[in-house]
Nanobody
Framework: QLQASGGGLVQAGGSLRLSCEASGRTSSDYTMGWFRQAPGKEREFVATIRFRDGITAYGATVKGRFTISRDNAKNTAYLQMNSLKPEDTALYYC???????????????????WGQGTLVTVSS
């Protein structure tokens, strides 16, 4: 089960931090991250991190502005979002996948667990 928090309303140029905690049974080799979906658009890969070694991947539209990190002891991933733009407005879904290789980390189908979604709204 995934428990996400941290969304909200922010002005353009501002920052927000999302958190996602995995509860229940987790293996030692899992990857957590976020996808997002804006109204009328397809779901988009944002960022992901593999917990056993810290390997990360970012979507092209957020690279350099967003940073993903993890706390292994808390089974929690964090997404620090800086320099937010109105086009970052979307529903952000926390995801968890197990035993992922690097080539599969950006694919939606690699993630078997999805959170309910956290709304991030960036005003201009």
């Amino acid at each position: 089960q995934l428990q996400a928090s941290g969304g909200g309303l922010v002005q353009a140029g501002g920052s927000l931090r999302l958190s996602c905690e995995a509860s229940g049974r987790t293996s030692s080799d899992y990857t957590m991250g976020w996808f997002r979906q804006a109204p009328g658009k397809e779901r988009e890969f944002v960022a992901t991190i593999r917990f056993r070694d810290g390997i990360t991947a970012y979507g092209a539209t957020v690279k350099g502005r967003f940073t993903i990190s993890r706390d292994n002891a808390k089974n929690t991933a964090y997404l620090q979002m800086n320099s937010l733009k109105p086009e970052d407005t979307a529903l952000y879904y926390c995801v968890l996948g197990r035993r992922l290789i690097m080539s599969s980390m950006r694919s939606q189908s690699s993630y078997g667990n999805w959170g309910q979604g956290t709304l991030v709204t960036v005003s201009s």
